[in-house]
């Protein structure tokens, strides 16, 4: 079983504890967060990433924030509030599942003015607590999915004796939501259920996401897992090794394009080269109906240290320009299936994303 990313430890003065990510793979630690600004530089500098974490890690965020101010005092709670889901929301541009969740957690304490403050305060730290509950249960949906959907396509490389071959790129895995992952979820199925299963993991260039902490929570977990470099994909997938392309999605416009991190447009359009199936595993909290298309999405851009000093050590000559936006976006065209907790769309994406999100009037 993945290990917790995050999770609340104590009552209501307790504190929401998470893996630092930063450290992995060499270190195993864990911080506790007591306060608003430990969690908006936790999102802001990786220690929690991946767009549902970073959902989570923002309601626990807001409660820590709220969570003192005088109960006798309603118009201070509000101020504090907004205050925190503001700010918590300048920590990151790209996920949307940051301002899913802190836009939950505002809906909430809208929804229940009318009661004193203490019980509004113990709603929110609820609230976060079940968004954790409520990740688990969608990524073992999009697991169940996405597994179905990886054993029904031809194969390219596998045989029931030979593993089924999957590429991924950055960490979609259990580090990046509350347990299981939405990418990874269909491979910790496949191996629960002794289906033989064998990932290659790009490495994630600049901040080597899929080195550190896919291949790290894949290893932990016992499944079989190959790193490649970013620039081996293509040799790979000309090389007949890989069955599907799975990947997560921190944002998908209404059209269907899709944000994910840097490098998965080249995955995408290399799958489609080599007529791999690229599949993005995408709950319905990373979906945007509010973006008509992918150019719509924020990209964040990072420091040029990330770049040039990746590895600990200078790598680049002092002064050179560097360009580093942290994700890209990848057209529908290239997306062969969307893996959501509700069921798989495939294209066309706007009439099936506008299903998804149309209230169904059966039994009415
Ligand atoms: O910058 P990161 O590490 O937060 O980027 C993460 C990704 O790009 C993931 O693929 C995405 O958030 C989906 S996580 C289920």
Same mark, same amino acid.
């Given at each position: 079983?993945?290990?917790?990313?995050?999770?609340?430890?104590?009552?209501?003065?307790?504190?929401?504890?998470?893996?630092?990510?930063?450290?992995?793979?060499?270190?195993?630690?864990?911080?506790?967060?007591?306060?608003?600004?430990?969690?908006?530089?936790?999102?802001?500098?990786?220690?929690?990433?991946?767009?549902?974490?970073?959902?989570?890690?923002?309601?626990?965020?807001?409660?820590?924030?709220?969570?003192?101010?005088?109960?006798?005092?309603?118009?201070?709670?509000?101020?504090?509030? *907004?205050?925190?889901?503001?700010? /918590?929301?300048? @920590? &990151?541009? $790209? %996920?949307?599942? #940051?301002?899913? +969740?802190?836009?939950?957690?505002?809906?909430?304490?809208?929804?229940?003015?009318?009661?004193?403050?203490?019980?509004?305060?113990?709603?929110?730290?609820?609230?976060?607590?079940?968004?954790?509950?409520?990740?688990?249960?969608?990524?073992?949906?999009?697991?169940?999915?996405?597994?179905?959907?990886?054993?029904?396509?031809?194969?390219?490389?596998?045989?029931?004796?030979?593993?089924?071959?999957?590429?991924?790129?950055?960490?979609?895995?259990?580090?990046?939501?509350?347990?299981?992952?939405?990418?990874?979820?269909?491979?910790?199925?496949?191996?629960?259920?002794?289906?033989?299963?064998?990932?290659?993991? *790009?490495?994630?260039?600049?901040? /080597?996401?899929? @080195? &550190?902490? $896919? %291949?790290?929570? #894949?290893?932990? +977990?016992?499944?079989?897992?190959?790193?490649?470099?970013?620039?081996?994909?293509?040799?790979?997938?000309?090389?007949?090794?890989?069955?599907?392309?799975?990947?997560?999605?921190?944002?998908?416009?209404?059209?269907?394009?899709?944000?994910?991190?840097?490098?998965?447009?080249?995955?995408?359009?290399?799958?489609?080269?080599?007529?791999?199936?690229?599949?993005?595993?995408?709950?319905?909290?990373?979906?945007?109906?509010?973006?008509?298309?992918?150019?719509?999405?924020?990209?964040?851009?990072?420091?040029?240290?990330?770049?040039?000093?990746?590895?600990?050590?200078?790598?680049?000559?002092?002064?050179?320009?560097?360009?580093?936006?942290?994700?890209?976006?990848?057209?529908?065209?290239?997306?062969?299936? #969307?893996?959501?907790?509700?069921?798989?769309?495939?294209?066309?994406?706007?009439?099936?994303?506008?299903?998804?999100?149309?209230?169904?009037?059966?039994?009415?």
């Amino acid at each position: 079983m993945p290990v917790k990313t995050i999770e609340w430890v104590g009552g209501q003065d307790g504190v929401a504890r998470m893996i630092d990510q930063t450290l992995l793979p060499a270190e195993l630690k864990y911080l506790d967060v007591k306060d608003v600004e430990t969690m908006w530089e936790a999102i802001k500098t990786l220690r929690i990433r991946g767009a549902p974490a970073i959902g989570i890690a923002a309601a626990f965020g807001v409660y820590l924030a709220v969570r003192n101010t005088p109960g006798d005092d309603y118009a201070a709670f509000k101020a504090e509030l *907004d205050r925190a889901a503001d700010y /918590l929301g300048s @920590a &990151r541009p $790209t %996920a949307v599942n #940051l301002f899913w +969740a802190l836009r939950r957690i505002q809906n909430l304490a809208a929804a229940h003015t009318h009661e004193p403050v203490p019980a509004i305060q113990a709603r929110i730290l609820d609230e976060a607590k079940r968004m954790i509950d409520e990740d688990n249960t969608v990524c073992r949906a999009i697991g169940e999915f996405g597994l179905q959907t990886l054993l029904e396509q031809p194969r390219r490389t596998s045989t029931t004796e030979r593993p089924l071959t999957v590429l991924t790129h950055c960490n979609a895995g259990g580090l990046a939501t509350a347990q299981w992952g939405t990418a990874l979820a269909p491979i910790y199925l496949a191996a629960e259920r002794g289906i033989l299963i064998h990932v290659y993991v *790009d490495e994630t260039r600049p901040l /080597l996401q899929g @080195a &550190r902490i $896919t %291949a790290w929570e #894949l290893q932990q +977990a016992g499944i079989p897992v190959t790193l490649i470099t970013d620039n081996m994909a293509a040799a790979v997938m000309a090389q007949g090794r890989i069955d599907a392309v799975i990947v997560g999605t921190d944002r998908v416009a209404a059209n269907g394009d899709v944000a994910n991190k840097i490098g998965t447009l080249g995955v995408a359009i290399l799958a489609k080269e080599f007529g791999v199936p690229f599949y993005v595993a995408a709950p319905t909290s990373s979906i945007d109906m509010q973006l008509e298309s992918g150019d719509l999405i924020p990209i964040e851009e990072r420091k040029a240290e990330e770049v040039t000093e990746g590895f600990g050590r200078r790598t680049a000559p002092v002064g050179v320009a560097v360009y580093n936006p942290a994700f890209d976006v990848t057209p529908h065209r290239y997306v062969t299936a #969307l893996i959501t907790e509700n069921g798989v769309l495939r294209p066309p994406y706007t009439e099936a994303l506008n299903r998804l999100f149309t209230p169904t009037t059966a039994g009415m």
